[in-house]
């Protein structure tokens, strides 16, 4: 059962309800890439299709089996979670590819290294799941994105084993990481990883700046990306979604005393919350701070310290357990991402918003919908919407209502020009707009890579494409 969901929405509803839908008929726990190789020519000859498994957290439907007439065996990476090696001098270290971030994070720091890499399921999620879904971690505008902090290492698939070697840059062609990336357990299973690390940083704070509105912070954020201030990470909130937050922390009477200081200082009901990070020497960090809090200054922010960065960073991972909470109260909570240039942004957030807001308004239903900013790139922005919509009387019902929310929100956000997912992927649930992005030539180009690497169309039948195979094909 725990095999045959992740955690998207609809996956949370069924694990809640009971209605799971399509088992996977075995699961394989393999320690070795021998054992992997031998799980692909027994599925061959088995006739069955493969779902590569790191931690379950995908929130698109990329671990979900279907119902294809053929046996479907799940391949959990769990037990390849070893540091294989380090070269301390070129600062590359060699995972299993089913290490989850607590296991990447334990074994680097005991040798005094970091990877960097945070997304919220940081507690769950797996290297190789990463690499295949192309994450993107809460420091990302330090560490890089996941593209960035993979270097190499080994995929096996049907048609054969691929090793990619590290190089620190390469011009010898198209590179085969970039086909690796992204590949949802399409093209084959990643059994190791190759990734660059980081010496653990001498010092890092999150400090928390108020602005009066969202323009003047929009304004403050796009400068502080564009300056290539050297910050660890920027996260901005709408004034919904940070009035969201003060409400979420409780602490009610502190929280008022603390809204009229802002108020003194003209920050008032339209306030946005940006969090920022300094992380590295001290002196790299005084210098970032200095030049960061001059840019919030010139646009009108307020600094209010570290105290609530500091509270962030002990229950970062924390958040999503909210939505058991809201569960209990006859709530629903989902959310979705994009990425699309500064000049689109504003545009954008206000799309998503108002297409979500109005989607269940004939039902006389009001969703509480709010956004944050959080990967901040030169060119852009990545855009983060959460909402949150009260639950039907029925699985089904509420199933439809999060169906209606996700597809005009998805719908909004192609017709805008903004990718269709900055750091989740595609699974199944985002798989209908890909070909907007990619246009049918880019999406025969993956069919017929997917093809070279898997004749039979064993691996992960439905997922990335909903083309190859076809639904219902068997495996030829
Ligand atoms: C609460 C919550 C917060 C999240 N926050 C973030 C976030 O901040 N940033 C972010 O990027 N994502 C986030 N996600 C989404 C999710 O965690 C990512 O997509 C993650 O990369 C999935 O990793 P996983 O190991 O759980 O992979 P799984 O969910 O197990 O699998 C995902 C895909 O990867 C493939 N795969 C897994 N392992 C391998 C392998 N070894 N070889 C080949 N293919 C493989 C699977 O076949 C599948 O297609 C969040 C999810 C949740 C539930």
Redesign the pocket.
Not at 51 to 59: A, L, R
Not at 135 to 138: K, V
């Given at each position: 059962m725990r095999h045959a969901r992740?955690?998207s929405l609809p996956d949370w509803l069924a694990l809640r309800t009971g209605n799971l839908g399509v088992f996977p008929d075995g699961v394989a726990y393999p320690t070795s890439t021998g054992d992997v190789r031998d799980l692909l020519t027994y599925a061959k000859e088995a006739e069955a299709f493969i779902?590569?498994?790191?931690?379950?957290?995908?929130?698109v439907g990329?671990?979900t089996p279907e119902e294809r007439g053929n046996p479907v065996l799940t391949i959990d990476?769990g037990r390849m979670n070893r540091l294989l090696s380090l070269d301390k001098e070129s600062q590359i270290a060699t995972f299993g590819?089913?290490a989850a971030g607590p296991d990447i994070e334990a074994q680097l720091r005991a040798q005094g290294y970091t990877l960097g890499h945070f997304?919220?399921?940081f507690e769950?999620?797996?290297l190789?799941?990463?690499v295949?879904?192309r994450?993107?971690?809460?420091q990302s505008l330090r560490y890089g994105r996941i593209e960035h902090l993979f270097a190499g290492g080994q995929l096996e698939a049907p048609a054969g084993t691929l090793e990619i070697p590290p190089f620190p840059a390469s011009a010898a062609g198209p590179d085969m990481r970039e086909m690796v990336l992204g590949s949802?357990?399409r093209l084959g299973?990643?059994t190791d990883v190759k990734l660059r690390v980081t010496p653990l940083p001498e010092w890092e704070r999150f400090h928390v700046v108020f602005f009066p509105d969202w323009q003047t912070a929009v304004a403050a954020v796009r400068s502080a990306a564009q300056a290539r201030i050297p910050l660890s990470m920027l996260r901005l909130g709408s004034s919904v979604e940070t009035e969201t937050q003060l409400t979420f922390a409780g602490h009610e009477r502190l929280i008022a005393l603390f809204e009229r200081l802002l108020s003194w200082r003209g920050i008032r009901v339209e306030k946005c919350m940006l969090m920022f990070g300094v992380t590295g020497t001290r002196v790299q960090c005084r210098t970032a701070l200095k030049q960061a809090l001059q840019i919030c200054k010139r646009n009108k922010g307020v600094h209010t310290g570290t105290y609530m960065g500091r509270k962030w960073a002990q229950s970062r991972f924390l958040a999503?357990y909210l939505r058991n909470s809201l569960w209990e109260k006859g709530y629903a909570v989902d959310t979705l991402e994009t990425a699309t240039n500064w000049q689109s942004v504003d545009q954008m957030v206000n799309a998503i918003e108002s297409a979500l807001s109005g989607v269940l308004e004939s039902e006389g239903e009001r969703i509480h919908v709010f956004t944050h900013l959080s990967h901040l790139y030169p060119q852009g922005s990545s855009i983060y919407t959460s909402y949150i919509f009260r639950v039907g009387k029925t699985y089904e019902e509420t199933l439809a209502r999060w169906q209606r929310l996700k597809m005009a929100a998805s719908k909004v956000i192609v017709a805008n020009g903004g990718t269709i997912s900055h750091?989740?992927?595609i699974g199944v649930d985002h798989a209908p707009y890909l070909v907007t992005e990619k246009g049918p030539l880019g999406i025969a180009t993956i069919e017929t890579l997917c093809r070279q690497f898997d004749p039979n169309g064993m691996m992960?039948p439905g997922?990335l494409l909903r083309s190859f195979p076809l639904p219902g094909n068997k495996i030829q």
């Open positions: 992740g955690q779902i590569p498994y790191g931690g379950g957290t995908s929130v990329h671990i990476m590819a089913g997304p919220q399921s769950f999620s797996t190789g799941g990463w295949a879904t994450s993107s971690g809460q949802e357990g299973i990643l999503p750091q989740h992927g992960n997922k």
